[in-house]
């Protein structure tokens, strides 16, 4: 008798439950089930961001199209001999990222521009750094992927190059 008292117990807990489940059932079944291009875009920049943090110069030169080329006269190379020499010098880097626009273009082509806090902490003196950078990024997809194919940054309130 004790367990048929128990098995009714469970089964009311259960349908106290069942709405809840049903619920998430179903907006899990009406939710998209591959993120649009903004979406996948933002997801870049968590990535890049994430990279940079952890000094994952591999990744972040996955995320660099063979074909780069800015203003600067940069390519891919010399962004990635760039990103070698800064992170040799920071023991540590911290990021705040704002996306202020994202424009994307048919659905293999983006235009981002974010705002950067940038700190690390190096072995010098002061032992720290901390910037203010605006990126205006060129994005095309090729496949699946995102690459960066153009940038132009510049310190916060001065002029992109």
């Known amino acids: 008798m004790k ?4 098995a009714i117990h469970g089964w009311g807990s259960f349908r ?6 049903t619920l998430a059932g179903l907006l899990a079944a009406c ?27 591999d990744t972040l030169m996955d995320m660099i199209s063979p074909a780069y080329a800015d203003s600067r006269g940069y390519n891919r190379a010399r962004i990635g ?17 704002s996306v202020d626009e994202i424009n994307v273009i048919g659905d293999s082509a983006a235009e981002v ?6 700190a690390g902490k190096r072995d010098s003196a002061l032992g720290f750094s901390a910037d ?6 060129e994005l095309e997809k090729a496949g699946s992927d995102w690459s960066l194919i153009s940038a132009r940054w510049g310190e916060l309130g001065k002029e992109l190059k």
Not at 3 to 6: E, F, L, R, V
Not at 82 to 87: A, G, M, N
Not at 113 to 118: E, K, N
């Open 132 to 137: 203010a950078y605006q990126f205006a990024f």
């Open 81 to 97: 001999d760039t990103l070698r020499v800064y992170f040799l010098r920071m023991n540590a880097i911290e990021l705040i990222t």
């Open 16 to 21: 106290q439950a069942l709405p809840a489940f």
């Open 31 to 57: 939710s998209d089930p591959s993120p649009g291009p903004e979406a996948e875009v933002r997801s870049w920049i968590e990535r890049g961001a994430t990279a940079v943090e952890a000094r994952e110069r």
């Open 3 to 6: 367990g048929d008292q128990a």
């Open 113 to 118: 521009r974010l705002t950067v806090g940038m």
